[in-house]
């Protein structure tokens, strides 16, 4: 199952609208980019990270592949298929929320994600 994941076969999603798969397809290589937030959640190890925590890692990094990971609209739906999709059954879901939430920088509570 965790091999499907990470296969290049596996599109980013998009709600079928001509914008969206336009959009899907610049999307640069989504496995890499799951692999990468997946090795920093075992990192963060029970700790975990927020979305907000994630993009932070990334924001110093200025490449085309993990560079978009400091961007909310590239970093949630690579999380959000990290924790299976809306397909759970087709998907592993290999995140999942740890039942906690940290405050942000504004003061709202953000889930905390951790790796199952």
């Known amino acids: 199952m965790q091999r499907m994941l990470f296969t290049d076969e596996m599109k980013p999603p998009d709600s079928g609208s001509d914008t969206s798969k336009a959009a899907a397809r610049k999307v640069p290589n989504t496995k890499l980019q799951r692999q990468a937030i997946l090795a920093f959640l075992r990192e963060r190890s029970k700790h975990g990270a927020t979305d907000h925590e994630i993009r932070a890692h990334f924001s110093d990094c200025h490449d085309e ?29 290999l995140v999942v929320f740890s039942g906690r939430t940290r405050k942000t920088a504004s003061g709202c509570d953000a889930k905390v994600w951790v790796v199952k």
Request: hydrophobic share 15%; glycine share 10%.
């Open 65 to 93: 592949l993990y560079g978009p990971l400091a961007n909310e609209s590239t970093q949630r739906p690579r999380r959000y298929e990290l924790c299976g999709g809306k397909n759970q059954n087709e998907r592993p879901v």
